[in-house]
Nanobody, 122 residues
Protein backbone atom coordinates (compact mmCIF):
# COMPACT_ATOMS: atom_id res chain seq x y z
CA UNK A 1 0.00 0.00 0.00
CA UNK A 2 2.86 2.40 0.76
CA UNK A 3 6.34 2.41 -0.75
CA UNK A 4 9.33 4.41 0.43
CA UNK A 5 11.92 4.90 -2.28
CA UNK A 6 15.34 6.24 -1.28
CA UNK A 7 17.96 7.79 -3.52
CA UNK A 8 21.20 9.73 -3.26
CA UNK A 9 23.59 7.28 -1.66
CA UNK A 10 27.05 6.57 -2.99
CA UNK A 11 30.78 6.81 -2.39
CA UNK A 12 32.22 10.06 -1.08
CA UNK A 13 35.58 11.13 0.31
CA UNK A 14 35.95 12.18 3.95
CA UNK A 15 34.84 15.78 4.35
CA UNK A 16 32.44 15.50 1.44
CA UNK A 17 28.67 15.84 1.24
CA UNK A 18 25.71 13.78 0.10
CA UNK A 19 21.98 14.42 0.01
CA UNK A 20 19.57 11.55 0.51
CA UNK A 21 15.95 11.69 -0.58
CA UNK A 22 13.02 9.44 0.30
CA UNK A 23 9.64 9.68 -1.36
CA UNK A 24 6.60 7.92 0.07
CA UNK A 25 3.88 6.88 -2.35
CA UNK A 26 0.53 5.16 -2.02
CA UNK A 27 -2.85 5.92 -0.53
CA UNK A 28 -1.43 8.22 2.13
CA UNK A 29 -3.61 10.62 4.09
CA UNK A 30 -0.88 11.85 6.42
CA UNK A 31 2.50 10.92 7.89
CA UNK A 32 3.33 12.03 11.43
CA UNK A 33 7.09 11.52 11.55
CA UNK A 34 9.62 10.74 8.83
CA UNK A 35 13.25 10.09 9.34
CA UNK A 36 16.47 8.26 8.70
CA UNK A 37 18.16 5.38 10.42
CA UNK A 38 21.41 3.63 9.54
CA UNK A 39 23.02 0.26 10.01
CA UNK A 40 26.73 -0.37 9.71
CA UNK A 41 28.13 -3.90 9.24
CA UNK A 42 27.99 -5.85 12.48
CA UNK A 43 26.03 -3.14 14.27
CA UNK A 44 22.41 -2.56 15.17
CA UNK A 45 20.23 -0.11 13.27
CA UNK A 46 20.40 3.33 14.89
CA UNK A 47 18.51 6.58 14.63
CA UNK A 48 20.14 9.32 12.57
CA UNK A 49 17.48 12.03 12.41
CA UNK A 50 13.71 12.44 12.44
CA UNK A 51 11.31 15.26 11.64
CA UNK A 52 7.66 15.65 12.52
CA UNK A 53 4.96 16.97 10.24
CA UNK A 54 5.21 20.26 12.12
CA UNK A 55 8.96 20.48 11.57
CA UNK A 56 10.33 19.39 14.95
CA UNK A 57 13.65 17.62 14.50
CA UNK A 58 15.68 15.12 16.48
CA UNK A 59 19.28 14.12 15.75
CA UNK A 60 21.72 11.53 16.99
CA UNK A 61 24.56 13.20 18.89
CA UNK A 62 27.04 11.80 16.39
CA UNK A 63 25.55 13.78 13.48
CA UNK A 64 24.49 17.03 15.16
CA UNK A 65 25.93 20.02 13.37
CA UNK A 66 26.80 17.98 10.28
CA UNK A 67 23.47 16.53 9.07
CA UNK A 68 20.21 18.35 8.39
CA UNK A 69 16.84 16.63 7.98
CA UNK A 70 13.97 18.32 6.14
CA UNK A 71 10.68 17.31 4.54
CA UNK A 72 8.11 18.34 2.00
CA UNK A 73 4.72 17.43 3.45
CA UNK A 74 2.87 18.00 0.20
CA UNK A 75 5.14 15.51 -1.58
CA UNK A 76 5.54 13.10 1.38
CA UNK A 77 9.28 13.37 0.91
CA UNK A 78 12.07 13.56 3.46
CA UNK A 79 15.64 14.64 2.85
CA UNK A 80 18.92 14.21 4.68
CA UNK A 81 21.72 16.65 3.87
CA UNK A 82 24.97 15.15 5.09
CA UNK A 83 28.04 17.37 5.32
CA UNK A 84 31.54 16.84 6.71
CA UNK A 85 31.16 13.11 6.25
CA UNK A 86 33.55 10.83 8.12
CA UNK A 87 34.32 7.12 7.61
CA UNK A 88 32.19 6.28 10.67
CA UNK A 89 29.14 7.48 8.71
CA UNK A 90 29.53 4.51 6.36
CA UNK A 91 26.33 2.44 6.57
CA UNK A 92 23.12 1.52 4.83
CA UNK A 93 20.71 4.38 5.39
CA UNK A 94 17.02 3.54 5.78
CA UNK A 95 14.09 5.89 5.41
CA UNK A 96 11.24 5.53 7.89
CA UNK A 97 7.65 6.74 7.96
CA UNK A 98 5.94 6.53 11.35
CA UNK A 99 2.24 6.83 12.30
CA UNK A 100 1.04 6.79 8.70
CA UNK A 101 -2.69 7.20 8.18
CA UNK A 102 -3.98 5.70 4.95
CA UNK A 103 -6.95 7.03 3.04
CA UNK A 104 -10.05 5.00 3.83
CA UNK A 105 -8.17 2.57 6.08
CA UNK A 106 -8.38 2.41 9.87
CA UNK A 107 -5.28 2.37 12.01
CA UNK A 108 -1.81 3.80 11.81
CA UNK A 109 1.10 2.15 10.09
CA UNK A 110 4.88 2.09 10.05
CA UNK A 111 7.05 1.67 6.96
CA UNK A 112 10.70 1.26 6.01
CA UNK A 113 12.49 1.92 2.75
CA UNK A 114 14.79 -0.60 1.15
CA UNK A 115 17.97 1.24 2.16
CA UNK A 116 20.69 3.09 0.31
CA UNK A 117 24.42 2.55 0.80
CA UNK A 118 26.60 5.45 1.90
CA UNK A 119 30.35 4.82 1.88
CA UNK A 120 32.83 7.40 3.13
CA UNK A 121 36.34 6.48 2.08
CA UNK A 122 39.43 7.94 0.48
Amino acid sequence: QVQLVESGGGLVQPGGSLRLSCAASGSIFSISTMGWYRQAPGKERELVATITRGGMTNYADSVKGRFTVSRDNAENTVYLQMNSLIPEDTAVYYCNADSVILSGVEGVYYYWGQGTQVTVSS
